[in-house]
Every structure is written in structure tokens, then in C-alpha cells.
């Protein structure tokens, strides 16, 4: 069990879905966070940035996006289910568009490769957790 | 014309919606972010704490939802409408929350009475950005 | 009186400088968020954008402080005298830091223009706020 | 080699002082903005939140102060030596803060027993990153 995990079972109002997946979404964001805050950064400074300003844009994008999901999933003691579930759909766009974005500088930037495969990571478990029981309704509401 | 307003009208892209209207939901997100951080800390130091728990709970998300808004309202440049629409969402209900909590102190606790008056304006400026024509295509696929 | 100045001066413990003063640092944050925002995202759009790489990660690592800087000052319940000194050097720094690379395109790119007066005003209102007697202590300290 | 450090090696202007340790105290920080921020929100779900005020402001304190760290720190591309230094220094003070006062709680609330040895971990990796020759001459000119 890591931290995040052991964190979130002492929540005395309990965690209202899976502690191991969410743990593991915080965990994602966080990771997410650090690697599009470098490889924006890293874009900026590579002699081919006139290539690289899409994919700074939306690293930048990604990285605060992942900052505020790892922050409102981690408190679980005031949960809106709406408010999360808006925020984990935005959170897995925002990974997919980094990703695909990063794949077409991986040949040539490491960042880009590194960065697509922690985007990818945390597009998972973010995707995964709105896949969580708890969702069902929101699920419902919108036919899909 | 505000500076926000001014800003956003320099972006080479343009903006894919009313300037005015964004610039407007920005510096609500602004207001907000300001107002739920202070209220949330004033709740902490009250001496009736005990019923402010959820107050401050509800504060301190609605602060971060609102930093996040405001940021990625800001960067017209690389604008994921899907993204967007979703914080926008996620905005208006963390707002609409506060706004109901604090309304519940707001006749013994200053900061309280406050902060719902800038709460309801920010949850309406980003209300009033999800009627944009812009999000009609997301507004169709939700079925609304 | 502004909303940040009559919200701070609802907090119970008080607040350990001057109230104005205080609202004026955090609301030129604030706008210095927003304007450093717009500016690298702006910067990344440009045709020029390999002379506005500098300029973009200056602002953006601007940004990041002066929202920190503004939550912090925000919440006087909790003040660590120290630990607000020193985001208030870090971020009258940064301010100076994305000013003087702004003024170097200030002729040319409207958005530098206005955020070169933003992060002026901002370093402006926390460097006057280091001049408060709440921190001559750490001045002498400091053989300033 | 974690993903952090690996990332950092990719920037191509190079890192300004040890990769490794600059890693660890990104890492250190990312775990700390978890750790504070689940420990805010158990503090203010507890029986006895009367006696937690502090400690969850410290916590909301030091999760802040530890996430623009570890954004400023991924930045090596544009390093500002001065803003970087006053940061650390911040974040050593606000996790020395929030670690102490979980002390005091740490025998009967899991969360802060967990969340003071994080905090010394971010502390301890910060300040380590702070003796770096790197800042020497930021040292001499404190006299220390």
C-alpha cells in the first residue's frame, strides 16, 4: 500500500469508491504533472521550439489540469461526485491531447517520449476510475 | 475594456468566443479564488469551528476549481473545447456549493455573507460562457 | 474598500500588517496570474516564436508564484512571517524577471506591453509590502 | 533512475546542479502537496476538528507552498538561482511547520502521523538541495 493509499483510508468519512484506484489516479496526476511541467519546458528551450509550440501548450494545459484533479481527489471527506466526474473527463482529454502530441516528437525528443507514456498512464487510471460504480448515475444521465 | 479583456484580444489565434464574456468569467474565477481561500481560512479560526467544517471544505475546493478555470480560460491559443466545457461545469457546481453553504453563515459570519455574493457571480459568469454557441455541439451530444 | 481587503479584514486573528496594503499585493497577483497567463500563451502562438521562447517560460514560471504568493498572503489566519517574506522576494523577482523580457518585445507584441505593466505593478505592491515593519526582524537579519 | 530524474537529464540546456537530488526534492514536494492535502481533509472530518484548525491550515499552507516548488524546480530551462533559493527556503519552513504541529496529533490521528514523516522527508530533501554549491554565493551574501 503507498502512501496515497494509506492517506486516504484514515478519511474518517470513508472514501466513496475503490481506495487502491483512486490512490492510483492521484498518484498518476501527480507523476503527470511533473514530466508536462519538464517537457513544457524542455520544448521551450529545444532548437526546434518553432515545432514545439503546440505541444508546450498543451503540456502546460495538461500539468495544471492534473494538478487540480490530484487535489480534489485527495479529499475525500467532501466529495461531489458531479464536481469529480467533470473534473477526471477533462483530465483524461487533456493526458490524450499531450500524448498524441508528445508521439510525434518521441523519435527525436526524449521528453516527448517519456511524457507521452506517463500521459497515457494517467489517462488510464483517471478513465478507469469513471468507470467506477459510483458514477453509474452521472453514466446514465448522459445515454452513454 | 479590463486588462484581461485586452490581453485576450492580442492572442494571434483570436478567441473562440465573446472576449468580453471570457475575460469576464476569468476575473470571476479570480474573485472567487481570492474570496474562498480567505473564507475558508477564516472558518478555521472561528470559534464556533465546529459547524464551519464543511464550509471550509467546500471553500478550499471551490478555490482550486476556480485557479484552474481561470488558467485555462486564459490560454485561448490552445483551446480544447471539450476541456473547457468540463471545468466550466465543474466550476459553476463547486461555486454553487460554496454559495449554498456559506448563505447558511452568512447572517452571523461576515466573510461568509461575502464570499456567496462572489460565489453566485462566478457560478453565473461561467453559466453564461456554457451558453456560448461555441459549446452547442456538446450541449446537443449531452441531450440538454 | 475592495472585496479582498473587507474579506481580510473579517478574518477573526486579524491581520498582521495593513489591510490595504495586503489586498493591494494579493489583487496585483492575481492580475499578474492572469496577464503572465495570457502572455506565454500568446508568445507560443506567434510567428515569431522562436525569439519568444525567453519570454514564455519566464512567464509562466511568473505565473505559478504569483498565485502561490496569493493564496498565502490570503490566508492571514495561519501566517508564518518567514515563509511569507520569502514568496514575497520570490515573486517581486519573478515579477522583474518577466518585465524586463516583456519590455524587450513591448514595441512589437501588444500582449508584452500590458504584461510588462502588470508584473511592474505587482513587484511594486509585494516589494512595498517587504517594507513593512511586520518584517524589520527579518531585515536586520538579513543586514538589509 | 526515476522518471523525474530522467526527465530533468532530457532538458537540453542542462540542469544546474545535481540531477538526483533535484529529483528527489521534486518528488519529496509532489508526495507532500498529497500527503498535506488529504491531512487538511481528515482534520476538518474529525470529532474533535476543534483542535485541528491548525493543523489543517498549516497543511493547506505547506500543500501550496510544496506544489509551486516542485513546478519551479522542473523548470530547469529557466532557472532563476534567487526565486528558486527563496522557494526552498519557503518549503522547508512550511513542512517544518505542518510537521510539527502533526506531531502533536500524531498519536491519535493516523493521518498526521503519516503526514509528519512526509513532511520531514520534503524538509530534509529541500534543504539538502539548499546546501548545493549552487547556492553558495546566495549563502555568503545571507552572512550564513
Given at each position: 500500500m503507498t502512501d496515497t493509499e494509506e492517506m486516504l483510508e484514515t478519511v474518517p468519512t470513508g472514501v466513496p469508491l475503490s481506495a487502491a484506484d483512486l490512490a492510483a489516479?492521484?498518484?498518476?496526476c501527480l507523476r503527470c504533472l511533473q514530466t508536462c511541467t519538464t517537457c513544457a519546458n524542455?520544448?521551450?528551450?529545444?532548437?526546434?521550439?518553432?515545432?514545439?509550440?503546440?505541444?508546450a501548450r498543451l503540456c502546460i494545459n495538461c500539468a495544471d489540469v492534473c494538478d487540480v484533479t490530484a487535489r480534489l481527489l485527495s479529499r475525500p471527506a467532501q466529495w461531489d461526485e458531479f464536481v469529480v466526474h467533470r473534473l477526471?473527463?477533462?483530465?483524461?482529454?487533456s493526458c490524450q491531447?499531450?500524448?498524441?502530441e508528445c508521439a510525434r516528437h518521441a523519435?527525436?525528443?526524449?521528453?516527448?517520449?517519456?511524457c507521452e507514456k506517463v500521459c497515457r498512464a494517467c489517462?488510464?487510471?483517471?478513465?478507469?476510475l469513471l468507470e467506477d460504480e459510483?458514477?453509474?448515475q452521472l453514466r446514465k444521465?448522459?445515454?452513454a
Open positions: 489516479a492521484i498518484d498518476a524542455a520544448d521551450l528551450a529545444e532548437d526546434d521550439i518553432a515545432e514545439m509550440g503546440v505541444c477526471l473527463e477533462a483530465c483524461v482529454r491531447n499531450s500524448a498524441e523519435h527525436h525528443h526524449r521528453h516527448c517520449a517519456i489517462a488510464k487510471a483517471c478513465g478507469d459510483a458514477f453509474e444521465l448522459a445515454g
